[in-house]
Nanobody
Framework: QVQLAESGGGSVQAGGSLRLSCPAS?????????MAWFRQAPGKEREAVGG????????YYANDVEGRFTISHDTVKKMVYLQMNSLLPEDTAVYYC??????????????????WGQGTQVTVSS
């Protein structure tokens, strides 16, 4: 059983930074899993922000966050991080951590994750 619980959300002014954390509790964490971040803004569909394939540490980003957001992981602490810099008001959303078990991110994106976190709110004011 995988339990994902995001933390680190909050309110920040445009141009500011936040770091989200997601502890991944899974016995398969060290294998070829994809830990991903999604977000859902009010009135919009949930969208992928990016992800990291834990075995290779390869990262993937949506076009509108690349260069501003960084995804990393700590295999000892079993934590996944989403560092968000130069935040924009349009980044306001509920952010979700998700896990694809036994899949690399480039194979996983476009399919439904195996596990979801409960979400954490990020609000960016102008």
């Amino acid at each position: 059983q995988v339990q994902l619980a995001e933390s680190g959300g909050g309110s920040v002014q445009a141009g500011g930074s936040l770091r989200l954390s997601c502890p991944a509790s899974t016995s398969t964490y060290s294998t070829r899993d994809c830990m991903a971040w999604f977000r859902q803004a009010p009135g919009k569909e949930r969208e992928a922000v990016g992800g990291i394939t834990t075995y290779t540490s390869n990262t993937y980003y949506a076009n509108d966050v690349e260069g501003r957001f960084t995804i990393s992981h700590d295999t000892v602490k079993k934590m996944v991080y989403l560092q968000m810099n130069s935040l924009l008001p349009e980044d306001t959303a509920v952010y979700y951590c998700a896990a694809y078990i036994g899949k690399r991110c480039n194979d996983a994106f476009g399919t439904e994750p195996d596990y979801w976190g409960q979400g954490t709110q990020v609000t960016v004011s102008s």
